[in-house]
Nanobody, 115 residues
Framework: QVQLVESGGGLVQAGGSLRLSCTAS????????MGWYRQAPGKQRELVAV???????NYGDSVKGRLIISRDNDKNTVVLQMNSLKPEDTAVYYC?????????WGLGTQVTVSS
């Protein structure tokens, strides 16, 4: 069974930093894209960042310049370094992996940014 497990969420003050990590139980994503979405209360899920197997990245407009996505295929891990956090970054952050036309999701980790 494929599992994606997120860690690193929590409460931080505006302007602070958090580092989210997501580890897959399998190496099936090593040649495919992985990344993060987020969903705030009452809002639709939105793309935060995605990284391809060869390291090409893409970010949502609201996080460009503040968040950095990276991956370690040997460890089946994708990391999201979040800097200069704002209250509007408060959301549940979901890790995802793309394989064989299917998207696999983690259960999510809560990030709360206080003003």
């Amino acid at each position: 069974q494929v599992q994606l497990v997120e860690s690193g969420g929590g409460l931080v003050q505006a302007g602070g930093s958090l580092r989210l990590s997501c580890t897959a139980s399998t190496s099936i994503f090593s040649n495919n894209a992985m990344g993060w979405y987020r969903q705030a209360p009452g809002k639709q899920r939105e793309l935060v960042a995605v990284i391809t197997s060869d390291g090409i990245t893409n970010y949502g407009d609201s996080v460009k310049g503040r968040l950095i996505i990276s991956r370690d295929n040997d460890k089946n891990t994708v990391v999201l370094q979040m800097n200069s956090l704002k209250p509007e970054d408060t959301a549940v952050y979901y890790c995802f992996g793309d394989y064989d036309t299917r998207i696999y999701w983690g259960l999510g980790t809560q990030v709360t940014v206080s003003s």
